[in-house]
């Protein structure tokens, strides 16, 4: 008689975890955003139309808000990605990831201004952040896109691949949700200062520990790009706590320690003008910087992704140490 084979043993939980961020990862740095139809452009649309129900000028009605959007992208990815299987998890990763795209549109800005193309760079500066671009000349242009291809490298990029890591598919999904509403109405305007309260304190919470995630490896990319460790470090240490957001502060400081310049100022945003504290002892930044802090985003990003990777390995090792029998 045949002796019956036995089924395929599945690779472990967080085995399959890591193979699916590795796979959204490469995903993202091979095509970037989806130019229709992409999820997150599907849920703010989503968060909108909830918003004609759901507003009110009061704290009460944003948790009520933020619950249910959030409350529903928990229940999908729990739903779909039980068991961690590969194929989801890469799906969920690549659709929270925008770490190429945001490189992109910085490669294009650093074009632009050497180019000596200023209305060129005032339209594109939308896609980065905002900012005024109509207040700005190219010496504001330069510093709005440091500042943000220092921020949006955590928050789209290092923070999304963390979230995956610890949280799965449930994780990264609540991620990219919080930090997409915290975008639409988690900004001090008239309208949003009670309101946006709770999507703006929970994208807080949610990046705190990402943030100083980036500004680690921004310390040790900060040779990629010419710069010193040490700077990044100091400049991180002196600066930071004075921006008024915890998260984006340590991104931007590291990242203008690494660069060796000088970030902060008064800030044009659409509904206010805000007068920033300085990051950084360097000089004021250049045009050639904006290909720079291209450069150290993308090495940025790609030492977290192997970060994440590591991390649900050691969830697997810690996993199986405790099912193991103890003899």
Same mark, same amino acid.
């Given at each position: 008689?045949?002796?019956?084979?036995?089924?395929?043993?599945?690779?472990?939980?967080?085995?399959?975890?890591?193979?699916?961020?590795?796979?959204?990862?490469?995903? $993202?740095?091979?095509?970037? $955003?989806?130019?229709?139809?992409?999820?997150?452009?599907?849920?703010?649309?989503?968060?909108?139309?909830?918003?004609?129900?759901?507003?009110?000028?009061?704290?009460?009605?944003?948790?009520?808000?933020?619950?249910?959007?959030?409350?529903?992208?928990?229940?999908?990815?729990?739903?779909?990605?039980?068991?961690?299987?590969?194929?989801?998890?890469?799906? %969920?990763?690549?659709?929270?990831?925008?770490?190429?795209?945001?490189?992109?549109?910085?490669?294009?800005?650093?074009?632009?201004?050497?180019?000596?193309?200023?209305?060129?760079?005032?339209?594109? &500066?939308?896609?980065? *952040?905002?900012? $005024?671009?109509?207040?700005?000349?190219?010496?504001? &242009?330069?510093?709005?896109?440091? /500042?943000?291809?220092? /921020?949006?490298?955590?928050?789209?990029?290092?923070?999304?691949?963390?979230?995956? %890591?610890?949280?799965?598919?449930?994780?990264?999904?609540?991620?990219? #949700?919080?930090?997409?509403?915290?975008?639409?109405?988690?900004?001090?305007?008239?309208?949003?200062?009670?309101? #946006?309260? %709770?999507?703006?304190? &929970?994208?807080?919470?949610?990046?705190?520990?990402?943030?100083?995630?980036?500004?680690?490896?921004?310390?040790? *990319?900060?040779?990629?790009?010419?710069?010193?460790?040490?700077?990044?470090?100091?400049?991180?240490?002196?600066?930071?706590?004075?921006?008024?957001?915890?998260?984006?502060?340590?991104? /931007?400081?590291?990242?203008?320690?690494?660069?060796?310049?000088?970030?902060?100022?008064?800030?044009?945003? %659409?509904?206010?003008?805000?007068?920033?504290?300085?990051?950084?002892?360097?000089?004021?930044? /250049?045009?050639?910087?904006?290909?720079?802090?291209?450069?150290?985003?993308?090495?940025?990003?790609?030492?977290?992704?192997?970060?994440?990777?590591?991390?649900?390995?050691?969830?697997? *090792?810690?996993?199986?140490?405790?099912?193991?029998?103890?003899?």
């Amino acid at each position: 008689m045949f002796a019956r084979r036995s089924p395929r043993a599945r690779p472990p939980i967080w085995h399959r975890r890591a193979a699916g961020i590795a796979v959204g990862y490469l995903a $993202d740095l091979l095509l970037g $955003d989806p130019r229709r139809g992409h999820p997150v452009a599907g849920f703010g649309t989503g968060a909108a139309r909830l918003e004609k129900l759901t507003y009110a000028d009061d704290r009460g009605a944003g948790v009520l808000h933020t619950g249910l959007l959030l409350g529903g992208l928990a229940g999908l990815g729990w739903a779909t990605g039980r068991g961690d299987r590969v194929w989801v998890t890469a799906a %969920a990763t690549y659709v929270a990831l925008g770490g190429t795209s945001l490189n992109r549109v910085g490669h294009r800005m650093a074009t632009l201004l050497t180019d000596g193309d200023v209305a060129g760079a005032r339209l594109l &500066l939308p896609s980065l *952040c905002g900012r $005024d671009p109509a207040a700005l000349d190219p010496s504001g &242009l330069t510093r709005a896109t440091v /500042e943000s291809l220092a /921020e949006n490298t955590s928050d789209a990029q290092v923070a999304p691949l963390f979230w995956a %890591a610890i949280g799965g598919v449930p994780g990264v999904l609540v991620y990219r #949700g919080a930090n997409t509403l915290d975008a639409m109405i988690g900004h001090r305007s008239p309208r949003y200062n009670h309101f #946006g309260w %709770a999507a703006a304190r &929970l994208d807080d919470v949610l990046n705190y520990l990402p943030a100083r995630l980036t500004g680690v490896l921004a310390v040790l *990319c900060a040779p990629v790009v010419g710069g010193s460790p040490r700077a990044a470090l100091r400049a991180w240490r002196s600066d930071a706590a004075r921006h008024p957001s915890p998260n984006a502060g340590v991104a /931007e400081a590291s990242f203008a320690g690494a660069l060796g310049v000088r970030l902060g100022g008064p800030t044009q945003y %659409a509904h206010q003008l805000e007068i920033r504290p300085t990051l950084g002892d360097g000089r004021i930044p /250049e045009v050639p910087d904006v290909a720079r802090a291209v450069r150290l985003s993308r090495a940025v990003q790609a030492t977290a992704a192997v970060v994440a990777v590591l991390l649900a390995v050691s969830g697997a *090792c810690r996993s199986g140490r405790r099912s193991s029998p103890r003899w």
